[in-house]
């Protein structure tokens, strides 16, 4: 059963920065796994930040946040990572970390996920 921890949101004025991390167990050792950020601001939908394919290492990204996010990947310690660069106000949003095994087919689908942490709040002020 794989579990998903995130940890390092807070509250940061716009202009900051915050990185995110996210602590894998339970992945099978020689698969390659989809591994992806989503956020859900309050009475909003689910929006796919970014992922990785961590056999390659491609990575996808909202244009909303590219230029100013970067998903990373330490597969010998199984962490994702985050980070967070020119926050905006609009980055304000629970965001939560999700895999699922084999390739990224579903891109930032929420519904190609099949294993999800229990998130962590970033709050930008203005």
């Known amino acids: 059963q794989v579990q998903l921890v995130e940890s390092g949101g807070g509250s940061v004025q716009a202009g900051g920065s915050l990185r995110l991390s996210c602590a894998a167990s339970?992945?099978?050792?020689?698969?390659?796994?989809?591994m992806g950020w989503f956020r859900q601001a309050p009475g909003t939908d689910y929006q796919g930040v970014a992922a990785i394919y961590t056999g390659l290492r491609t990575t996808y990204y909202a244009d909303s946040v590219k230029g100013r996010f970067t998903i990373s990947q330490d597969n010998a310690n199984n962490m994702l990572y985050l980070q967070m660069n020119s926050l905006k106000p609009e980055d304000t949003a629970m965001y939560y970390c999700?895999?699922?095994?084999?390739?990224?087919?579903?891109?930032?689908?929420?519904?190609?996920?099949?294993?999800w942490g229990q998130g962590t709040q970033v709050t930008v002020s203005s």
């Open positions: 999700a895999a699922d095994l084999g390739a990224c087919y579903s891109g930032l689908n929420r519904g190609g996920y099949n294993w």
């Open positions: 339970g992945l099978t050792r020689g698969k390659v796994y989809c």
